[in-house]
């Protein structure tokens, strides 16, 4: 069973503009942890940012920041003020409890000068 | 640091024979594993370790074998390469296997069987 969705194959934003990238998920766990990685042309994966499931607050991280909707089961990555150098594959995934971490299938963001 | 080194970086095999892709850490993580990344499926787990000695199967692990004899070292045996293992893969390390340890990522393997 697919536990981890993201909706949106690519999406597009101009630059300077603020983006929302979609990612829900599926547990049956109360303690699990949610992730965002970003992959550059280059092909390196890049931690973005945590978010835990006991976390009341959303993580933040400089532009980036994930809106967790616990009881909707979502984990929306937001990326503030995009730039150039942020066009590149993300992906979301989770760990739950003491298991492996599983992702989505990714969303291509193109930033458009 | 070097973090997470793989090698090769490319390499091309034909089918049937065997290789093994090599996956080092120098952070003394204990949790490692092994992924394979193909157009439009993300990341799936082949094999994984929580320690020296221990390994377990992960969401695809027909047609390679894993060992962890230390913790650094984590390679990735294929037995007999066919087309359908045509694919980039990716080693990566946490400190430990719980919740909320991020994992970081070896720079990739680009492995093409013809």
């Known amino acids: 069973a697919q536990k981890i969705t993201q909706t949106q194959p690519g999406m597009f934003v101009q630059e300077k503009e603020a983006v929302t990238l979609d990612c829900t998920y599926d547990?049956?766990?109360?303690?699990?942890?949610l992730f965002w990685y970003k992959q550059p042309s280059s092909g390196e994966m890049i931690f973005l940012i945590y978010?835990?499931?006991?976390?009341?607050q959303n993580a933040t991280e400089g532009r980036y920041s994930l809106n967790f909707q616990k009881a909707r089961k979502s984990a929306n990555l937001v990326i503030s003020a995009s730039q150039l150098g942020d066009s590149a594959m993300y992906f979301c995934?989770?760990?739950?409890?003491?298991?492996?971490?599983?992702f989505g299938a990714g969303t291509r963001l193109t930033v458009k000068p | 640091n070097a973090g997470v080194t793989q090698t090769p970086k490319f390499q091309v095999l034909k089918t049937g024979q065997s290789m093994t892709l090599q996956c080092a850490q120098d952070?003394?993580?204990?949790?490692m594993s092994w992924y394979r990344q193909d157009p439009g499926m993300g990341l799936r787990l082949i094999h994984y370790?929580?320690?020296?000695?221990?390994?377990d199967q992960g969401e695809v692990p027909n047609g390679y074998n894993v060992s962890r004899s230390t913790t650094e070292d984590f390679p990735l045996r294929l037995l007999s390469a066919a087309p359908s293992q045509t694919s980039v893969y990716f080693c990566?390390?946490?400190?430990?296997?719980?919740?909320?340890?991020?994992?970081?990522f070896g720079p990739g393997t680009r492995l093409t069987v013809t």
């Open positions: 990566a390390s946490s400190y430990n296997f719980g919740r909320t340890y991020e994992q970081y």
């Open positions: 547990t049956s766990d109360q303690s699990y942890g």
């Open positions: 978010q835990g499931s006991y976390d009341e």
């Open positions: 995934a989770m760990r739950e409890g003491l298991n492996d971490m599983r």
């Open positions: 952070m003394n993580h204990e949790y």
């Open positions: 370790s929580v320690g020296a000695g221990i390994t």
